[in-house]
């Protein structure tokens, strides 16, 4: 599994050096394939080939994340060092990270990554990268631990995240009450924005912030969530 994981860490990597590998490896095995099944037709997959590879810079890393985090170890890890590119990536510089891995038998590994290359679980269309200095989650294959997929809803400053997303629509709901106290709807979405964050963010939210919620929640005529 080490080195799949070595693999999966190359393509993630380096997917501009890796996108001839794609069709040179679809070419391979179409020709075993036409030698063992006497048909040149399985040339043609050489196509898919040159699709696969021409897509790889784009989510060569969310592959590697998946695959890290069906095979892969909990660890946890720093970054250490974060330094400014001269590359951009959506008018926005690309950064390059140094990090250290302790892995669950206490060894400490180091890594790098940068803004194009990281391996962020779950995918999603944000760049999420912990901030330099503090812990966080990751998993890894034992026998290549540099390759790490970064645990976002695992992590801190990922929970941290989720919980101020989660609060917009809240204080945009009570923002339109305040604004229209009358209003029979805008008192239900309020209503219905405190339960369902309360729900979701029962056991991880700050108590004070928490202990808010419910009292506005009880004002407005229901008991306070648990």
């Given at each position: 599994?080490?080195?799949?994981?070595?693999?999966?860490?190359?393509?993630?990597?380096?997917?501009?050096?890796?996108?001839?590998?794609?069709?040179?490896?679809?070419?391979?095995?179409g020709g075993l394939l036409a030698r063992i099944t006497g048909w040149s037709g399985w040339f043609?997959?050489?196509?898919?080939?040159?699709?696969?590879?021409?897509?790889?810079?784009?989510?060569?890393?969310?592959?590697?994340?998946?695959?890290?985090?069906?095979?892969?170890?909990?660890?946890?890890?720093?970054?250490?060092?974060?330094?400014?590119?001269?590359?951009?990536?959506?008018?926005?510089?690309?950064?390059?990270?140094?990090?250290?891995?302790?892995?669950?038998?206490?060894?400490?590994?180091?890594?790098?990554?940068?803004?194009?290359?990281?391996?962020?679980?779950?995918?999603?269309?944000?760049?999420?990268?912990?901030?330099?200095?503090?812990?966080?989650?990751?998993?890894?294959?034992?026998?290549?631990?540099?390759?790490?997929?970064?645990?976002?809803?695992?992590?801190?400053?990922?929970?941290?995240?989720?919980?101020?997303?989660?609060?917009?629509?809240?204080?945009?709901a009570a923002a339109k009450l305040a604004a229209a106290p009358d209003n029979a709807r805008f008192?239900?979405?309020?209503?219905?924005?405190?339960?369902?964050?309360?729900?979701?963010?029962?056991?991880?939210?700050?108590?004070?912030?928490?202990?808010?919620?419910?009292?506005?929640?009880?004002?407005?005529?229901?008991?306070?969530?648990?």
């Open positions: 599994m080490g080195a799949v994981s070595a693999a999966f860490y190359f393509l993630s990597q380096h997917p501009f050096l890796a996108l001839p590998l794609y069709p040179l490896a679809a070419l391979a095995i043609c997959l050489g196509i898919p080939g040159l699709v696969l590879g021409a897509m790889s810079p784009f989510f060569g890393s969310a592959v590697n994340a998946i695959f890290l985090n069906a095979a892969g170890t909990t660890g946890s890890a720093v970054i250490v060092h974060s330094e400014e590119t001269s590359s951009t990536l959506n008018d926005s510089a690309i950064w390059y990270y140094e990090a250290v891995v302790r892995t669950a038998d206490g060894r400490d590994v180091e890594t790098s990554f940068d803004t194009m290359s990281a391996s962020i679980y779950p995918w999603r269309n944000q760049i999420l990268i912990p901030p330099e200095g503090e812990r966080f989650m990751v998993k890894y294959v034992p026998g290549f631990p540099r390759n790490i997929a970064i645990m976002v809803d695992q992590s801190p400053y990922g929970r941290k995240r989720r919980i101020a997303e989660d609060r917009e629509p809240v204080e945009t008192r239900d979405t309020y209503r219905d924005a405190l339960t369902v964050f309360i729900a979701a963010h029962g056991k991880d939210a700050d108590p004070t912030l928490l202990a808010e919620y419910r009292a506005k929640l009880a004002a407005l005529g229901n008991a306070p969530a648990r």
